[in-house]
């Protein structure tokens, strides 16, 4: 009878050593699942932030940017329209330079036609495509489009508003 008594003892212990390791294992998993909740939004959110800047430092990368040649001071976010219609001729020198899969620029206000830049329509149309993309996910930022403009004697600086499309990753 002693035998019995100490090995249902035993077996009692060891079923709640049983329990307290399941309750444990139960509730660190729920501690990780509420931690790790918002993993996936901020990650999209830091994405979302990365393209924004992205878009920023194409528009600012000296092939684009406005520099010193508008009223002498470098502007952020400030695109030369007149170096981008040259470089649009030219663009297959720069395959992969940007590490973007496409690069639309489009004119906001005032609007146009609707209709694709080139030398022979410049500046009377709406869009400049540099890159083609197939796909991806496109992010825009606003920004100044300036460009060079004969009127009489003197030649001064028009900017217009508009916005930079980059499109990354599929």
Not at 37 to 42: C, D, I, V
Not at 100 to 108: A, F, K, L, N, S
Not at 127 to 139: D, H, M
């Amino acid at each position: 009878m002693k035998n019995t008594r100490g090995q249902m003892k035993i077996q009692q212990m060891a079923f709640m050593l049983m329990a307290v390791t399941l309750f444990l294992i139960l509730a660190g998993l729920f501690i990780i699942t509420i931690r790790f909740s918002g993993l996936k939004e901020s990650a999209e959110l830091l994405e979302e932030k990365e393209a924004l800047l992205l878009a920023s430092k194409v528009a600012d990368s000296s092939e684009f940017s406005c520099g010193g040649a508008f009223a002498g001071t470098a502007r952020g976010n400030c695109i030369d329209t007149d170096k981008v219609i040259a470089l649009k001729e030219r663009i297959s020198e720069y395959t992969g330079f940007w590490s973007v899969d496409g690069i639309e620029i489009r004119w906001i206000y005032p609007s146009g036609t609707g209709e694709e830049c080139s030398l022979d329509n410049y500046p009377g149309c709406d869009k400049i495509t540099l890159v083609e993309s197939q796909g991806g996910t496109g992010i825009s930022n606003f920004v100044s489009l300036c460009r060079k403009e004969n009127r009489g004697n003197l030649i001064q600086s028009k900017c217009e508003l508009g916005k930079i499309i980059v499109k990354y990753g599929e």
